[in-house]
């Protein structure tokens, strides 16, 4: 495997958190998760920096965090589910490390989203169908699509490093799991 830096992106719920434990553990490298460093910064929930700052402020944010990861190398990066879709954001992740889109379907998505808040852009169902069908455009930019729905996070950590030994050396390109 040539890749020395992996982004995890997919939508809310995916599983990029728990995937990028199990993987960290298996390739005996570091990870992070942007939304965890964003609460950490601001000492505020996800869902409190945006209902006291708004969903710009907080995209803001996650640009100064992939800043901040970008120097470091052996690393897994769990974004946050909106990451990906901003294209400043996509390029630089396409263009620093192996970009993993973990694909779930949306009906499993639903049932993983809890209804306490924790979640703001899931609140009403009609806009997060629309926000899924938005982001799966974007998602399919990663350089890899490794299909999560009902699969464990160590599943899905043993398909992500198949798919990394038949990566291409060169990175830049999107192409799909064989």
Known sequence: MT???IYLVGFMASGKSTVARHLA???RWRWE???HLIEVREKSTVAEIFAKHGEAYFRTAEREMLALLRPLRHIIVATGGGTFTDPDNRAAINMDGASVWIDVPLAELIS???LDGRRPLAADRPA???LYLARTEAYRMAHLR???SRSSAAVVADRI???LHAFPPTIGVPFEEP
Do not use: F, G, H, Y
Request: glycine share 0%; hydrophobic share 45%.
């Open 3 to 5: 890749v020395d830096k």
């Open 25 to 27: 553990t298996r390739l």
């Open 33 to 35: 998760d942007i939304d």
């Open 112 to 114: 993983r989203i809890p």
């Open 128 to 130: 997060l169908e629309r």
């Open 146 to 148: 490794v299909n999560a």
């Open 161 to 163: 490093i198949e798919a």
